[in-house]
């Protein structure tokens, strides 16, 4: 994204936050309502272009002709009637305050909360509710006509998409439950290790912003254009690849939108927590990739019984792995961000529980551990991404380990970009694993075997593997260093004799 659109964002940014919106979730929130309301316009703009073009008139407008509502007297007389027109942007935007305040508040957002569409769509579950939070006119006209500028060019999709993704990145507050948004380039890392494909179905059962099923919409983009070009890959695309479930319905609604704007009309995505037993998913997904919370617990009578049986705790990151295992098709892959205590706790039972599942009973393929700056500056807690493919019949011979000591930002709370990053030689490395069976453990990454791991009763802990060289130190004999010291000394003794006749 070019600077002057970066610089256009964070005025309308701080024009909120001037004028006392001082939450960055529902700002973004109420964003997203703005968008959503914009991209509606510009589509039916776009439609009634190519039907001007042949003389005909579209089907189905998301604004018809007419009137949407009507304020009467007492006596039944129309006294004020808001057209449909009124509720479309490129209209709006010209409105005096007042009115445009008036028209957006109690208007367009009863519109979009009515409105389906003929679809039983994403974004129609999660404007049920919508309504407006900016309190006053004047910031609302602000935002408005911020986002209608034409330098901006809101109307093109992938412009649209980055200044989204550049908002979300103003998203660093941690949720009660432990969740906190993960960095893009750390989703970008995992979606590069997994290469999702066409067709196959991908989950996010923590989903937050989307972050995870975005970049991965964009990955398959990009690397599978010709087959999206096919009818049913696009619908396949649009409605049966990606699935994710959030307790947030301003991160649903955020969610929604983040996938809306790289293309995915119709993302399966629902409130519900994944943990309980509204979640009936079994064998259902290809890959799975997230971040769950990590130090949030359930309610035993709230946990779903078929998670207690595969690992008896109530700790949400052991539950997310429960649950991962119960969703994924055998043969289906996960990578997940985890807490380090996943890989190394060994004061409650059912951490070494999980582990042994993964490795007696499934493939753990790799762990990635990373520094615990990357998620700073809301969170220092220290991470592994683990990566294992669902087999319900063993398979791990050996695990790839890496320590990723730098991520490409300073690891303190400013999160400067800096050169020294692990991530493309990560990359590299695990898509080309037959190359490192020649490491050993004094290097950043190498292979431990199966029987390395019971040795050391499951537990997966870095230091448990990794070896450093020590630097043997050679010094000059002892003689050798005495005869040097007592040369310095005649030295001194004969300075210091000079300098006594010197002052005589």
């Known amino acids: 994204m070019d600077i002057t659109t970066r610089t256009k964002i964070d005025a309308i940014w701080q024009g909120m936050w001037d004028n006392g919106m001082a939450d960055a979730k529902t700002n973004i929130t109420q964003i997203t309502y703005l968008l959503f309301i914009k991209m509606l316009d510009d589509a039916q703009i776009k439609k009634e272009a190519n039907a001007n073009a042949f003389g005909v008139k579209i089907k189905n407008p998301t604004f018809p002709e007419g009137t949407f509502a009507e304020d009467k ?14 509720l479309r942007w490129h209209n709006f935007v010209h409105f005096s305050t007042e009115k445009m305040y008036h028209i957006v508040k109690d208007f367009v ?112 983009a990009e690397n599978q254009k010709g087959e999206l070009n096919n009818k049913e890959s696009r619908y396949a695309f649009n409605n049966e690849m990606f699935y994710g479930n959030e307790t947030d319905p ?33 064998f259902k997904y290809d890959l799975i990739l ?12 709230d946990l779903a019984k078929s998670l207690k049986d595969i ?25 997940s961000i985890v807490p380090v205590g996943v890989v190394n706790n060994t004061n409650e039972k059912a951490y070494t529980i999980i582990r042994k599942e993964l490795v007696e009973n499934q493939r753990l393929r790799a762990i990635i551990y990373m520094p615990s700056g990357v998620f700073k ?7 592994a991404i683990i990566i294992f493919d669902k087999t319900e019949n063993g398979g791990t011979d050996k695990v790839w380990l890496y320590n990723m000591e730098a991520d490409g930002f300073s690891l303190d709370d400013k999160r400067n970009e800096v050169k020294s990053n692990d ?38 802990s870095l230091n448990k593997y990794q ?35 010197g002052t005589k």
Request: glycine content about 6%; some cysteine.
């Open 109 to 220: 957002f009863k519109f979009i909360r009515e409105m389906h569409n003929g679809e039983n769509n994403a974004f129609s579950r999660f404007m049920t509710d919508a309504k407006l939070d900016i309190p006053s006119g004047k910031i609302l006209e602000k935002v408005i006509r911020g986002l209608d500028d034409d330098e901006l060019n809101l109307d093109n999709k992938e412009i649209m998409g980055d200044v989204y993704e550049y908002l979300l990145a103003k998203l660093s507050v941690n949720g009660t439950n432990g969740q906190f948004r993960t960095p893009r380039h750390i989703i970008n890392m995992m979606v590069q290790l997994m290469q999702p494909k066409l067709g196959e179905k991908i989950c996010d059962p923590a989903m937050g912003s989307a972050g995870f099923l975005m970049e991965s919409a964009k990955y398959i």
């Open 290 to 301: 997230a971040n769950p919370p990590f130090s949030g617990s359930l309610d035993a009578n």
């Open 377 to 383: 500056p809301y969170s220092g807690v220290q991470t």
């Open 250 to 282: 301003d991160m649903l609604r955020i969610g929604t939108m983040n996938m809306t704007l790289h293309d995915v009309s119709n993302p399966q995505i629902y409130y519900k927590n994944s943990l309980t037993d509204d979640n009936k998913d079994e």
């Open 73 to 86: 007297d007492e006596d039944g007389n129309v006294i004020d009637a808001v057209a449909y027109e009124d």
């Open 423 to 460: 991530i493309p030689d990560i990359i590299e490395r695990f898509q080309n694993l037959d190359k490192e069976e020649s490491r050993t453990p004094y290097e950043k990454s190498f292979f431990i075997t199966k029987q390395d791991i019971v040795d050391n009763n499951y537990v997966l």
């Open 467 to 501: 070896k450093k060289e020590i630097v043997k130190k050679e010094y000059r004999p002892t003689a050798e260093i005495l005869k040097s010291i007592n040369d310095l000394e005649v030295q001194f003794n004969e300075l210091m004799g000079e300098i006594s006749k």
């Open 311 to 335: 690992c008896p705790s109530k700790s949400t990151e052991l539950l997310f792995i429960a649950l991962f295992l119960r969703s994924l098709k055998i043969g289906g892959r996960c990578a």
